[in-house]
Every structure is written in C-alpha cells, then in structure tokens.
C-alpha cells in the first residue's frame, strides 16, 4: 500500500468514527495536524540527507583536484648555472627544473641526464660535468678489471700497482718500479711478452711469472 492511499484509508478510518460519535471532539484535526507535521518532518530528513551526500561528494572531488594541483620541491645541482631548491608542479619534468636553475652549464654532460624524467617532490636532479663523467667512466672500468683480476687470480701487468707486481716471484722493489716505468713511457704492454724488455726480467724471470700475469688493453 503507498503512502498516497495509506492516508486515504486512515482519513476514511477516521471519518467513520467521527459520525459513530466514537471520536473525541477535535480528534480528526489533531491527527490530520500530527500527519501533516510527520510527513513534513520525513521529507526534512530526506532533504537533509541529501544534501549531505551531495557535500560528501563536492568535498572529495575538491581534494582530488587539491592533490592534482599540488606542488613539489626538487633540489638541483652540479653543472648548472643557479644550482637550488626549486618549486615545480606535481608531474613536472626534468628539464623545467632545469629551467629553472639557469639551464646547463657548457661543460655538463647532458647525454647523461634524461630531461623527459617526470621529477616527484624530494628529487635531488644532480648535473656531472664532462671531466666527472669521464673520471667515473674510469672509476667503474677500473673497479671491472680489478674484478675480473681477483676472479682469474692474474695479474694484468698493465695497471698492477708496485705492490701487485712485487708479489710476482722474482719481482722485487726496483724491477716492480722498472715494469711502471715501462709501460708509462710505451703506452702500456700489448703482450705479455713484452715484460721482457724490461731492463733485468731474461727469459728464466718470464718462465717463472708467465702463468700469474696477463695484458688488458
């Protein structure tokens, strides 16, 4: 039953008691003012409700639009023209923090730096120079050697330190200095072979060392 034939059915209840003289006098108007008031009331709290699910919704959607349009901080630095902290826009990219920072310097090495990077807030964008690039190109090539160095257990006779050489039978002190010397003047040994035409390493010293060293050129 719907609340339209509800209210029929419980005004006919009551007309009928009415002319039974069963009803108090002024009953009918109390209940029809007592329905009125509980519908007006129902449809208050429908309103109400309605309004706040609508408030609910307008609150989220503001802070998913605060957080698209939120900020970030990066710091950059190295070979820049104004290496600092810089505020940028959420989804940012490298470059325009580049931008901010005076652009590169002339001797950055920019192949190094990809400026389509997308930056997020607490970045550190550092910019090496040609020299750093290159010394660290040498660093890890030499950290490789080495490695390879302790794998096969020889000695690569064209970066050993004096050290390393002296630990080669019948290297001492002045053949170690001997063998540095030689390779820094003639670029480096293309065999290992060469060793001896260093002053004082014959062909019994070569016999002796021949299986502990190798050339990495």
């Given at each position: 039953?719907?609340?339209l034939?509800?209210?029929?059915y419980?005004?006919?209840?009551w007309?009928?008691?009415c002319?039974?003289?069963?009803?108090?006098?002024?009953?009918t108007?109390?209940?029809?003012?007592?329905?009125?008031?509980t519908?007006?009331?129902?449809e208050?709290?429908k309103?109400g409700?309605k309004?706040?699910a609508q408030q609910?919704?307008?609150?989220e959607n503001?802070?998913?639009?605060?957080?698209?349009?939120g900020?970030?901080?990066?710091?950059?630095?190295?070979?820049?023209?104004?290496?600092g902290?810089?505020?940028?826009?959420?989804?940012?990219?490298?470059?325009?923090?580049?931008a901010?920072a005076?652009?590169?310097r002339?001797d950055?090495?920019?192949?190094?730096?990809n400026?389509?990077a997308?930056i997020k807030?607490g970045?550190?964008?550092?910019?090496?120079?040609k020299?750093?690039?290159k010394e660290?190109?040498?660093?890890?090539?030499?950290a490789?050697?080495?490695?390879e160095?302790?794998?096969?257990g020889l000695?690569d006779?064209?970066?050993?330190s004096?050290?390393?050489?002296m630990?080669?039978?019948?290297i001492?002190?002045?053949?170690?200095?001997?063998i540095i010397?030689?390779?820094?003047?003639?670029g480096?040994?293309?065999t290992?072979e060469?060793?001896?035409n260093?002053?004082?390493i014959?062909?019994?010293?070569?016999a002796?060392?021949?299986d502990?060293i190798k050339?990495?050129?």
């Amino acid at each position: 039953m719907n609340k339209l034939n509800k209210t029929a059915y419980m005004l006919l209840l009551w007309a009928l008691i009415c002319l039974s003289g069963c009803a108090p006098k002024g009953s009918t108007k109390m209940y029809l003012d007592a329905k009125v008031q509980t519908e007006e009331t129902h449809e208050k709290k429908k309103s109400g409700n309605k309004e706040t699910a609508q408030q609910t919704v307008s609150d989220e959607n503001g802070g998913a639009d605060a957080a698209q349009s939120g900020s970030c901080f990066v710091y950059v630095c190295g070979a820049v023209n104004r290496p600092g902290v810089f505020e940028l826009k959420t989804g940012s990219r490298v470059y325009e923090a580049i931008a901010l920072a005076g652009g590169l310097r002339k001797d950055a090495y920019s192949k190094g730096l990809n400026q389509a990077a997308q930056i997020k807030d607490g970045d550190m964008i550092e910019v090496l120079t040609k020299k750093e690039h290159k010394e660290q190109t040498e660093e890890t090539k030499a950290a490789m050697e080495s490695k390879e160095e302790l794998q096969d257990g020889l000695i690569d006779i064209n970066t050993a330190s004096k050290e390393e050489l002296m630990t080669l039978h019948g290297i001492g002190q002045a053949k170690a200095a001997d063998i540095i010397a030689y390779r820094e003047s003639s670029g480096g040994f293309q065999t290992p072979e060469e060793i001896m035409n260093v002053n004082g390493i014959g062909e019994g010293v070569y016999a002796r060392i021949q299986d502990k060293i190798k050339v990495i050129r």
